[in-house]
């Protein structure tokens, strides 16, 4: 069982919720996207080496308020842990900084370059328009040699998948990725071994008991393995 896109320390508890995972069987690339969730991570993948991968980037949502210093960080997170993937990075359309050639992209291209130069799988984040991702990889020589895409809670068409897996592209498959007409549509045709399953949690998963009482990380730990099994039987659905 691998969640290939989940934030746990967003979760409550994240070592209690990280032990029960562990003790169930459950592997996942654990993803840390701003300075703090990098901090706050480290210790899992210390704890569980094999347990958890790491992955260490800057998410769009907070694009416009990094500074010099952190993209110096993270370049030493990635240096730390030499498994570690680069992101989640990307575009997103609802947060500032999203125009061609903006901020985002500055902080998107940045990454993708540390994903190059360390040949590190690149996970990334897209709301928008996915050519943009793909004419950044043309600009910088992204060209699936050195490290190669994974498009996290995948949300786009049949063409996205055409231009995407001649880059040995991953597609990581969300209970969302159902959502949109074009992507259900579009689904069956990424190869099966190109197909991974996420549940992204993250602060907005839930975590109270319909009672209102708060989950302990034992259940916790049991309804991700819940979230990820149906994300796998919907896709095998299709
Ligand atoms: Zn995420």
Same mark, same amino acid.
């Given at each position: 069982m691998l969640d290939f896109h989940v934030h746990l320390a967003r979760l409550p508890e994240p070592q209690s919720t990280a032990k029960e995972l562990e003790k169930a069987g459950y592997k996942a690339v654990v993803v840390a996207c701003e300075p703090w969730e990098w901090?706050? #991570? *480290?210790?899992?993948? #210390? $704890?569980?080496?094999? /347990?958890? /991968? !790491?992955?260490?980037?800057?998410?769009?949502?907070? +694009?416009?308020?990094?500074?010099?210093s952190d993209l110096e960080t993270l370049k030493s997170w990635i240096q730390r842990f030499p498994q570690a993937y680069v992101g989640e990075c990307g575009l997103d359309k609802r947060y500032p900084g999203y125009a061609p050639g903006d901020v985002q992209e500055k902080i998107f291209e940045f990454q993708a370059k540390l994903a190059l130069e360390f040949r590190r799988p690149l996970?990334?984040?897209? %709301? @928008? &328009?996915?050519r943009r991702i793909f004419q950044i990889f043309e600009r910088i020589g992204f060209t699936g040699s050195n490290a190669f895409p994974i498009f996290h809670r995948f949300g786009g068409d049949k063409e996205i998948i055409k231009k995407a897996? !001649?880059?040995? *592209?991953?597609? #990581?498959?969300?209970r969302d990725s159902f959502r949109k007409a074009s992507t $259900?549509? +579009?689904? @069956?045709?990424? !190869? $099966?071994? $190109? %197909?991974?399953?996420?549940? &992204?949690? &993250?602060? #907005?998963? !839930? %975590?109270?008991a319909p009672d209102g009482t708060k989950k302990a990380p034992y259940d916790i730990a049991q309804a991700l393995i819940q979230n990820l099994k149906n994300v796998e039987e919907n896709w095998q659905r299709i």
């Open positions: 901090n706050a #991570s *480290a210790p899992l993948f #210390s $704890k569980y080496p094999s /347990t958890f /991968t !790491p992955c260490f980037g800057i998410h769009p949502m907070i +694009a416009s308020q990094i500074l010099e996970m990334i984040h897209m %709301v @928008g &328009d996915y897996i !001649p880059l040995n *592209a991953l597609f #990581s498959i969300h $259900k549509a +579009a689904l @069956g045709e990424i !190869p $099966k071994s $190109k %197909v991974r399953f996420e549940t &992204d949690a &993250d602060e #907005s998963f !839930p %975590v109270e």
